[in-house]
């Protein structure tokens, strides 16, 4: 497995870097996060024109780049580290994985050009009202009827599921359970019986919604009842990416935390010379390096198909939930009084670090369910 970055990944990192500090600056971050949409036509076409990231892991059969999840790694880790408002990670990263994993080639073809280039904005809803990340929350029924299918339920924690375009949503045969009856569903915005609510969330740089279906026609992705392999990669996919763009705020946050101890003056001393603020400094960047090898180990497992990939996965995402959550918390405690304003941009990734920490599942959970992959 390769452990470093080649020449032509670290150039990529290079330009994205340079790219989003002109683009999403705090300030456009801010202007961003108060609209209902959450992100700007503009801004979501300049990502795909200029830079082509829409379908970076996407073959280019479909359009796509044909990369892999490592470039798809340093692509989303550095729009955590610029907190970029867009709907990149739902559409490009949920709702084309799940496709790719689990749609025949003519569904790929219909489908993944239009992502990969932007004209289409989708996402993935699978979590429900219960809170419940994996397959047996799922309460949703679907009954086959006239050759499509009627979709009945309420979909809940639906990333940017207000401004998308399009939904993929993981439903069950009546009377199933667990990981039986699963199959996965495409439904678009604008399908009679489907009414979209946008949730208040804690973190406005990312958008939620609630979706209730009643009756709503949709059309099969794939295998009838044969969700549950594609849905697992799927999500053990989206978890390592998740951790990728955990690292890359922490990552800035870490920076922010010695930049500021760097200039801040106490009892006529820079506090970055104070022996425990020392100690804090290296015990950040140690846990930050740490999550950011697990997020990279992961990446590197989902290009390679290894058969541990699902426990590095949840092995990640957990170490880069309390990673990004511990910093985003020693950045505001060593920015002092002001890391706790408005007018401070600390609070920004604080909030994106809560969100991210429960987004997918917690570090608890992912631990579980580490130990039950290793252990089956």
């Known amino acids: 497995m390769q452990f470093s970055f080649t020449s032509e990944q670290e150039e990529l990192r290079s330009v994205l870097r340079r790219y989003f500090e002109d683009t999403s600056p705090t300030s ?56 970029v408002c867009s709907p990149f990670f739902a559409s490009s990263v949920l709702a084309t994985t799940a496709i790719l994993n689990a749609a025949d080639e003519t569904q790929k073809a219909e489908f993944l050009p239009k992502l990969a280039s932007g004209e289409t904005v989708a996402t993935l809803a699978f979590a429900e009202p219960n809170g419940r990340w994996d397959v047996e929350g799922v309460g949703m029924t679907a009954r086959p ?20 375009d399009l939904f993929i949503v993981l439903a069950r045969a009546p009377g199933s359970q667990g990981s039986q009856g699963l199959s996965l569903f495409t439904v678009r915005r604008d399908a009679p019986g489907l009414t979209v609510q946008p949730l208040a969330a804690l973190d406005p740089t990312r958008k939620l919604a609630r979706l209730a279906f009643e009756g709503v026609e949709a059309d099969l992705l794939g295998e009838p009842e044969g969700a549950a392999a594609p849905f697992a990669r799927t999500l053990a996919q989206a978890c390592a990416m998740l951790a990728s763009e955990m690292v890359g705020g922490a990552e800035r946050l870490r920076e922010s935390a010695l930049e500021y101890a760097s200039l801040r003056m106490q009892f006529g001393r820079l506090i970055s010379s104070f022996q425990s603020m020392k100690h804090k400094q290296a015990d950040m960047l140690l846990e930050v ?16 198909d290894a058969a541990d990939f699902p426990a590095v996965a949840h092995l990640a995402k957990a170490m880069a939930s309390d990673t990004y959550l511990q910093t985003a918390i020693h950045t505001i405690q060593i920015h002092g009084g002001i890391g706790f304003t408005w007018d401070n941009d600390t609070h920004l990734w604080f909030k994106r670090a809560k969100s991210s920490e429960v987004f997918l599942g917690d570090a608890a959970w992912h631990r579980e369910r580490m130990i039950q992959t290793w252990a089956a």
Do not use: C, N
Not at 32 to 54: C, F, K, N, V, Y
């Open 289 to 304: 390096e740490l999550a950011k090898s697990a997020a990279y180990y992961a990446a590197a497992a989902a290009d390679d």
């Open 145 to 164: 009827g006239g050759g499509r299918y009627r979709l009945d339920g309420v979909k809940s924690f639906v990333l940017d599921g207000a401004s998308a």
């Open 28 to 83: 456009t971050v801010r202007r961003l996060m108060e609209t209902e949409r959450g992100w700007d036509a503009a801004d979501w076409r300049g990502l795909h024109d200029q830079i082509g990231l829409g379908g970076v892991h996407v073959p280019e059969a479909y359009g796509g780049l044909g990369l892999g999840f490592v470039e798809l790694g340093i692509v989303v880790e550095e729009m955590g580290r610029a907190l």
